[in-house]
Nanobody, 115 residues
Framework: QVQLVESGGGLVQAGGSLRLSCVASGTIFGFNTMGWYRQAPGKQRELVAVIASGGSTNYADSVKGRFTISRDNAKNTVDLQMNSLKPEDTAVYFC?????????WGQGTQVTVSS
């Protein structure tokens, strides 16, 4: 099994920055993808950014140029640096790990951006 624990959410004014962190524990295989998804009230969960163990990344169009995802394979961590935050970035952010056709999720951390 895999456990994911997020940290770093909070309240910030528009234009501000936050950094989310996630640490994975349990049975972690070498080839996997880690990332961040978010879910706003009344909306479906959506991809924010993902990064493969080899380093390739994929971002939602809405966050390109503002958010940066990074990972440390030795520590099984993934971070999301969020700059120039907008009120529409307000959501619960979930850490995800995908390996061997299985998805694992953290409990989520709230990010609120005030205008």
């Amino acid at each position: 099994q895999v456990q994911l624990v997020e940290s770093g959410g909070g309240l910030v004014q528009a234009g501000g920055s936050l950094r989310l962190s996630c640490v994975a524990s349990g049975t972690i295989f070498g080839f996997n993808t880690m990332g961040w998804y978010r879910q706003a009230p009344g909306k479906q969960r959506e991809l924010v950014a993902v990064i493969a163990s080899g380093g390739s990344t994929n971002y939602a169009d809405s966050v390109k140029g503002r958010f940066t995802i990074s990972r440390d394979n030795a520590k099984n961590t993934v971070d999301l640096q969020m700059n120039s935050l907008k009120p529409e970035d307000t959501a619960v952010y979930f850490c995800n790990l995908y390996q061997r056709k299985a998805d694992y999720w953290g409990q989520g951390t709230q990010v609120t951006v005030s205008s």
